[in-house]
């Protein structure tokens, strides 16, 4: 586990897929932005989804099919905004939260990212498990069990690269698609009626309902994450020209993914109100009874195979994402990165064990439930995504040209308005069935207590953009009056000491610590070894990293002498900032120029980041280079 010194989003394929490239035909520099739309889109028709497209065909036949077209140009405006975040800025939205909100509010806002994605990857668990079930017979613990397996897949398709993992992605996009196609055609629906399901009418309340939960399901949090930092993989020109260029086709291939999503979801509402409502079966929500009642009514055994098909590569492709968006998440807003196989095992380990938990206790029946639950822990997340990126991408100062126009953003804010409002709905029916029940008045207590902490972060994940962006036009706006600078002699520094963190920004900060000295200059180089045996050890540590440590501190020094300049080394051990500021004190230096980075992730909310703890530790000069 270590430290991501980089900035760079998922910086293993940070921009390794070219576009700019000028021998390639004009088509293949177009379709090499192809991809990451793809990748999103399998979010929108995850397992999670069938439920509410199910429940809306057999119930009321072809009438919501409009419900599902409105919540498609939703997603649509919504992910758009993503990829002009990651685009424009180079920052996917955890990024983009870190460097906006203070750290105790991007703590929590982390936090919920984590448990979305957890509910996100608990919903595909299921999914898979049942389709499993279905197709095979396996009993339900089992498949659960053995979706643990796809942990090693993740692995091998990120050995090949990016574009061979949205190939794969891509691949069972398509097996979703055709199956359903292929039971549509069985089915033979009367296109008469479904084109009438595109007038949007609301029968009854329950029909609200149930539109309800079809917009509320509609866009993912984790997709957010996940597109602002898949359109980096793309190397661009960053000429204005060049930006709008891959702005327009991004546009396209998300337009293209997202109505690919939107086919399969209209299929499944289609297919119930054909098979399930025309025969009367209005109450069929369950994957189930929907798998068992299409070969009867249908007269066709291929149609359920298919079915379960569908839904075993539905949550497969929603898994593979479900991880690249655990991984942009950490990395965002902890700058901490763990390995790929281990960050997936923790995930779908976090999903797997409330699964089982709930087969052994309760038993299979209680699944459905189970998938309701984690629908309603993504509708915590969805405005704590939404919000912060109609900021930014609102943001003149940060986007310049790019910034969305006047009439986006109010179409963007009606929407995010519309989908808190239903979420918010959906939690808040969720917390009166709890608080109507008969629970211990502690419990009562702490469902009251996360209501009110959940608005009040609503609320400072509105306001507090608009307050900082009004500090920062004030305090520009201001000016103090009378100034006199006095006598103004240039400092000379006899010892300047840098810390170094063996990563690209090393070269800025000696680059910047010579800009400061002078031929007589002594610089002083800093490392501090972060292995877990120096930690423990010391300076008495001697394992692997602490040697090619060494070795990479001596190759420095060597470098500098071959420039006439004089310098020294110091590993450091253990605590990091409190290393540095040891070892600055020690050297007697007069100067201490560092990254601004430093050690980051966790470590900085419960500690303070080394920056701010070395400036208050040492009484010198401190030079941050960014």
Same mark, same amino acid.
Do not use: C
């Given at each position: 586990m270590r430290t991501q010194e980089s900035s760079a989003s998922l910086s293993e394929v940070h921009q390794s897929i070219d576009t700019t490239q000028p021998h390639r035909s004009k088509w293949r520099r177009i379709l090499a932005f192809f991809g990451p739309a793809y990748l999103v889109s399998v979010g929108y028709m995850d397992p999670g989804n069938w439920a509410t497209d199910l429940a809306g065909g057999s119930r009321y036949g072809?009438?919501?099919?409009?419900?599902?077209?409105?919540?498609n140009i939703m997603a649509l405006l919504l992910q758009s905004l993503s990829a002009r975040l990651g685009i424009v800025r180079g920052r996917d939205l955890a990024q983009a939260n870190r460097e906006t909100y203070p750290a105790p509010v991007n703590f929590i806002l982390y936090i919920l990212a984590e448990i979305a994605i957890a509910a996100t990857d608990l919903a595909e668990v299921l999914g898979m498990a049942i389709g499993i079930q279905l197709l095979t017979g396996l009993p339900l613990m089992w498949g659960v069990s053995l979706t643990v397996l796809d942990t090693f897949l993740l692995l091998i398709l990120q050995r090949y690269g990016i574009r061979k993992m949205e190939a794969f992605i891509i691949a069972l996009v398509?097996?979703?698609?055709? $199956?359903?196609?292929?039971?549509?055609?069985?089915?033979?629906?009367?296109?008469?009626?479904?084109?009438?399901?595109?007038?949007?009418?609301?029968?009854?309340?329950?029909?609200?309902?149930?539109?309800?939960?079809?917009?509320?399901?509609?866009?993912?949090?984790?997709?957010?994450?996940?597109?602002?930092?898949?359109?980096?993989?793309?190397?661009?020109?960053?000429?204005?020209s060049g930006i709008r260029r891959a702005l327009r086709i991004n546009f396209a291939d998300t337009a293209i993914a997202l109505n690919l999503a939107f086919f399969v979801n209209a299929a499944i509402l289609i297919l119930a109100a054909t098979v399930f409502y025309k025969a009367g079966h209005t109450g069929i929500a369950d994957l189930h009874e929907a798998h068992r009642m299409l070969e009867p009514l249908l007269? $066709?055994?291929?149609a359920p195979i298919l079915f379960a098909v569908a839904l075993i590569a539905a949550g497969q492709s929603s898994t593979?994402?479900?991880?690249?968006?655990?991984?942009?998440?950490?990395?965002?807003?902890?700058?901490?990165?763990?390995?790929?196989?281990?960050?997936? !095992?923790?995930t779908r380990l976090v999903a797997i064990i409330p699964a089982l938990i709930v087969i052994l206790v309760a038993g299979e029946e209680k699944i459905g439930?189970?998938?309701?639950?984690?629908?309603?822990?993504?509708?915590?997340?969805?405005?704590f995504a939404i919000i912060p990126l109609i900021h930014?991408? $609102?943001?003149?100062?940060?986007?310049?040209?790019?910034?969305?126009?006047?009439?986006?953003?109010?179409?963007?804010?009606?929407? $995010?308005?519309? !989908?808190?409002?239903?979420?918010?709905?959906?939690?808040?029916?969720?917390?009166?069935?709890?608080?109507?029940?008969?629970?211990?008045?502690?419990v009562d207590g702490l469902i009251l207590a996360v209501i009110l902490g959940f608005m009040a972060l609503l609320v400072i994940t509105v306001i507090y953009p608009w307050l900082s962006r009004y500090r920062k036009m004030r305090s520009a706006q201001m000016h103090p009056a009378n100034v006199s600078l006095g006598d103004l002699e240039k400092p000379v520094y006899g010892r300047i000491a840098m810390a170094l963190d063996f990563s690209q920004q090393d070269e800025r900060v000696i680059a910047n610590a010579l800009a400061q000295g002078n031929p007589g200059t002594h610089y002083v180089l800093i490392h501090i070894v972060e292995s877990?045996?120096?930690?423990?050890?010391?300076?008495?540590?001697?394992?692997?990293?602490?040697?090619?440590?060494?070795?990479?501190?001596?190759?420095?020094?060597? !470098?500098?002498?071959?420039?006439?300049?004089?310098?020294?080394?110091?590993?450091?051990?253990?605590?990091?900032?409190?290393?540095?500021?040891?070892?600055?004190?020690?050297?007697?230096?007069?100067l201490l120029i560092l990254g601004g980075h430093g050690h980051s992730g966790l470590k900085d909310w419960l500690y303070g980041e080394t920056v701010n703890y070395v400036r208050h530790k040492v009484h010198i000069p401190v030079l941050v280079v960014q």
């Amino acid at each position: 586990m270590r430290t991501q010194e980089s900035s760079a989003s998922l910086s293993e394929v940070h921009q390794s897929i070219d576009t700019t490239q000028p021998h390639r035909s004009k088509w293949r520099r177009i379709l090499a932005f192809f991809g990451p739309a793809y990748l999103v889109s399998v979010g929108y028709m995850d397992p999670g989804n069938w439920a509410t497209d199910l429940a809306g065909g057999s119930r009321y036949g072809y009438t919501l099919l409009w419900v599902l077209l409105m919540s498609n140009i939703m997603a649509l405006l919504l992910q758009s905004l993503s990829a002009r975040l990651g685009i424009v800025r180079g920052r996917d939205l955890a990024q983009a939260n870190r460097e906006t909100y203070p750290a105790p509010v991007n703590f929590i806002l982390y936090i919920l990212a984590e448990i979305a994605i957890a509910a996100t990857d608990l919903a595909e668990v299921l999914g898979m498990a049942i389709g499993i079930q279905l197709l095979t017979g396996l009993p339900l613990m089992w498949g659960v069990s053995l979706t643990v397996l796809d942990t090693f897949l993740l692995l091998i398709l990120q050995r090949y690269g990016i574009r061979k993992m949205e190939a794969f992605i891509i691949a069972l996009v398509a097996i979703v698609g055709t $199956s359903f196609l292929v039971q549509l055609l069985i089915a033979e629906p009367p296109m008469g009626e479904v084109v009438k399901g595109f007038v949007p009418a609301l029968p009854d309340e329950t029909a609200l309902y149930i539109a309800i939960g079809i917009i509320g399901a509609t866009v993912m949090p984790h997709n957010l994450y996940l597109h602002s930092a898949l359109v980096q993989t793309r190397k661009i020109s960053k000429t204005d020209s060049g930006i709008r260029r891959a702005l327009r086709i991004n546009f396209a291939d998300t337009a293209i993914a997202l109505n690919l999503a939107f086919f399969v979801n209209a299929a499944i509402l289609i297919l119930a109100a054909t098979v399930f409502y025309k025969a009367g079966h209005t109450g069929i929500a369950d994957l189930h009874e929907a798998h068992r009642m299409l070969e009867p009514l249908l007269g $066709s055994k291929l149609a359920p195979i298919l079915f379960a098909v569908a839904l075993i590569a539905a949550g497969q492709s929603s898994t593979v994402t479900g991880t690249l968006a655990g991984q942009i998440v950490m990395e965002g807003y902890l700058r901490l990165r763990i390995n790929p196989w281990l960050r997936r !095992l923790i995930t779908r380990l976090v999903a797997i064990i409330p699964a089982l938990i709930v087969i052994l206790v309760a038993g299979e029946e209680k699944i459905g439930e189970l998938l309701v639950f984690s629908q309603v822990l993504l509708s915590l997340q969805l405005g704590f995504a939404i919000i912060p990126l109609i900021h930014f991408v $609102s943001d003149k100062q940060t986007m310049g040209a790019f910034a969305i126009k006047p009439y986006v953003k109010a179409a963007a804010w009606l929407i $995010s308005s519309v !989908l808190v409002y239903l979420n918010i709905r959906m939690v808040f029916n969720e917390a009166e069935a709890l608080l109507t029940a008969d629970n211990p008045w502690w419990v009562d207590g702490l469902i009251l207590a996360v209501i009110l902490g959940f608005m009040a972060l609503l609320v400072i994940t509105v306001i507090y953009p608009w307050l900082s962006r009004y500090r920062k036009m004030r305090s520009a706006q201001m000016h103090p009056a009378n100034v006199s600078l006095g006598d103004l002699e240039k400092p000379v520094y006899g010892r300047i000491a840098m810390a170094l963190d063996f990563s690209q920004q090393d070269e800025r900060v000696i680059a910047n610590a010579l800009a400061q000295g002078n031929p007589g200059t002594h610089y002083v180089l800093i490392h501090i070894v972060e292995s877990a045996s120096a930690r423990y050890f010391g300076k008495d540590a001697h394992d692997f990293e602490t040697q090619k440590d060494q070795e990479q501190l001596d190759t420095y020094i060597r !470098l500098l002498a071959q420039r006439g300049v004089k310098a020294t080394g110091q590993l450091g051990y253990r605590h990091r900032a409190k290393e540095i500021a040891r070892i600055v004190k020690a050297e007697n230096a007069d100067l201490l120029i560092l990254g601004g980075h430093g050690h980051s992730g966790l470590k900085d909310w419960l500690y303070g980041e080394t920056v701010n703890y070395v400036r208050h530790k040492v009484h010198i000069p401190v030079l941050v280079v960014q």
